[in-house]
C-alpha cells in the first residue's frame, strides 16, 4: 500500500519519558483513557511493541501492540487531533504490519468501536476482516466492538 510520508515524521520506540504526551493524546482521544501505569506496564512488558510517531520530535500518534506466540493484538492506537486524517495511523499500522510478519506472526486481531466507521475503513484498507463482535465491550457509552483480524502473507 503506498502511503504519502508525513514530512519530518519517525517512528520511534515509546520510552517512559514519552508518557506525559502519550497520555495527554489518550485523554482527548478515548472516554475510558489508558492511565499511564498502564502504559507503564506495557513498556515493560517484554510481549509488548509500542511505537510512537514524531512529527518534527513532537509525538503525533502512538501504537501499542502485543504479540503471543505467533499472533499480534492492536490494543491501542491513537493520532493527536492536530495530526488526524495526516496518515499518521495508517503509518503505524503499516510499521506494525511489517515488524509482526518479520516476527512470524500469522494473524492480527483488534478490537474497535462498532460506530468508529473511520477507523474500521482504515483498516480495511489494510485488508483486515470482521469476524464477529464483543458484546457491550466499551463503556462510556456503552458499545459492541468488531472483531477484525489480518492473516499475515508467509
Known amino acids: 500500500m503506498v502511503r504519502k510520508k508525513i514530512e519530518g515524521m519517525v517512528i520511534d520506540d ?3 519519558s514519552d508518557l506525559p504526551e502519550v497520555v495527554a493524546i489518550e485523554t482527548v482521544s478515548f472516554t475510558m483513557p489508558w492511565s ?3 502504559f507503564y506496564n506495557e513498556i515493560h512488558n517484554p510481549g509488548s ?4 510517531a514524531r512529527v518534527n520530535g ?3 500518534g502512538y501504537i501499542c501492540v502485543n504479540q503471543i506466540i505467533d499472533e499480534g493484538h492492536i490494543l491501542n ?3 493527536h487531533p492536530e495530526f488526524r486524517g495526516t496518515g499518521i495511523a495508517s503509518s503505524l499500522i503499516e510499521y506494525v504490519i511489517h515488524y509482526l510478519k518479520e516476527k512470524s ?3 492480527i486481531f483488534l478490537e474497535v468501536r462498532i460506530s468508529n466507521e473511520t477507523a474500521k475503513k482504515m483498516y480495511e484498507k489494510f485488508d483486515f476482516e470482521v469476524i464477529g463482535t464483543r458484546k457491550n465491550y466499551y463503556l462510556l457509552p456503552v458499545e459492541d466492538a468488531v472483531i477484525m483480524t489480518l492473516k499475515l502473507k508467509e
Open 105 to 107: 506472526c500469522r494473524f
Open 58 to 60: 513532537r509525538i503525533a
Open 14 to 16: 515509546l520510552k517512559e
Open 77 to 79: 492506537l491513537a493520532v
Open 36 to 38: 499511564e501505569a498502564l
Open 49 to 52: 511493541i509500542l511505537k510512537v
